[in-house]
Nanobody, 123 residues
Framework: QVQLVESGGGLVQAGGSLRLSCAAS????????MGWFRQAPGKDREFVAA????????KYADSVKGRFIISRDNAKNTMYLQMNSLKPEDTTVYHC????????????????WGQGTQVTVSS
């Protein structure tokens, strides 16, 4: 069973930056495609970014393209989301997720989820 733990969230002023981390354990990290999602209470889950096994394929939601960068370090079993030029509308809980395969999808097939980390962007 893969376990995922996010960290790095917090309070930041609009225009600032944060880097989220997702530490994986209990599985072979390099065999999973990974993704970041965000979800506010009472709202549907929103895709943010995803990355393939080797990091050669990435995909971003239009709302974060050019501002966020997804990466992974398989030697450390860790995925990252560098968030730059943050906006108040980026405020919500961010979750990392893993799927057993290399397909970079925008929501389907993610079997393992972290508990989430709160990101709050003040105006």
């Amino acid at each position: 069973q893969v376990q995922l733990v996010e960290s790095g969230g917090g309070l930041v002023q609009a225009g600032g930056s944060l880097r989220l981390s997702c530490a994986a354990s209990g599985g072979t990290f390099s065999s999973y495609a990974m993704g970041w999602f965000r979800q506010a209470p009472g709202k549907d889950r929103e895709f943010v970014a995803a990355i393939s096994w080797g990091g050669d394929i990435t995909k971003y939601a239009d709302s974060v393209k050019g501002r966020f960068i997804i990466s992974r370090d398989n030697a450390k079993n860790t995925m990252y989301l560098q968030m730059n030029s943050l906006k108040p509308e980026d405020t919500t809980v961010y979750h990392c997720a893993a799927r057993n395969g290399n397909a970079v999808t925008m929501g389907s097939g993610y079997l393992y989820w972290g508990q989430g980390t709160q990101v709050t962007v003040s105006s």
